[in-house]
């Protein structure tokens, strides 16, 4: 299967099948070498029609307090990316997940590059489009300030700001363009 097919395809099995599917690609990851592979993996584990999969999936990926981990810290957003990009179900728990085990991934990245944080950030939450799930996010970090990645925050929360400002612009030109999204 070439390369740029097998994340649709690794999706599509994820969507329409189950755990055992799931277990099966779990188990095909284990066994590649190459990090380019593992990455079509990780882009795809969050597409899990099951909730439970999905949670299953940020539970692995996230590192503990020391940045231990079952991936390499470079690496571990990327599940969280295919878990909010999943669906609108996925997207929120995502974000209920960082906020949930903010402190732990704090701590886990606490020496290493900001960079990291801005991914998890944005791989968490950037798929909303609501006003009111920008002042949320914007809450959040106001709450529980990162200095180092308060550039990228600003950018993410201005990034929803706009995508909701456009829905509400297109929304009343289409309005089954709101059920075709859910």
Same mark, same amino acid.
């Given at each position: 299967?070439?390369?740029?097919? $097998?994340?649709?395809? =690794? ?51 996230? @590192? /503990?307090? $020391? ?10 957003? =990327? @599940? ?16 209920? #997940? #960082?906020? /949930?085990? =903010? ?7 606490? $020496?290493?590059? @900001? ?29 529980? %300030?990162? %200095? ?26 289409? %309005? ?7």
């Amino acid at each position: 299967l070439p390369s740029d097919l $097998k994340v649709s395809v =690794y999706k599509l099995i994820l969507k329409t099948g189950g755990e055992a599917e799931f277990n099966q690609l779990m188990a095909h990851l284990d066994s590649l070498e190459a990090n380019a592979e593992r990455k079509l993996i990780y882009n795809s584990l969050g597409s899990a029609g099951d909730v439970n999969l999905k949670r299953r999936v940020l539970d692995w990926c996230y @590192p /503990d307090e $020391k940045g231990n981990g079952n991936l390499k810290l470079q690496d571990f957003f =990327y @599940p969280i990316g295919s878990v909010s990009q999943s669906s609108g179900e996925g997207l929120k728990l995502a974000w209920q #997940y #960082y906020q /949930d085990n =903010y402190a732990t991934l704090k701590s886990a990245l606490a $020496k290493a590059s @900001p960079s990291l944080m801005d991914a998890a950030i944005v791989y968490s939450v950037s798929g909303f489009a609501t006003d009111e799930a920008a002042a949320e996010i914007e809450e959040f970090f106001t709450t529980n %300030p990162l %200095p180092q990645s308060s550039r990228k925050i600003a950018q993410t929360v201005e990034g929803v700001r706009t995508s909701a400002a456009f829905l509400k612009r297109i929304l009343p030109l289409s %309005p089954d363009l709101l059920g075709m999204m859910a």
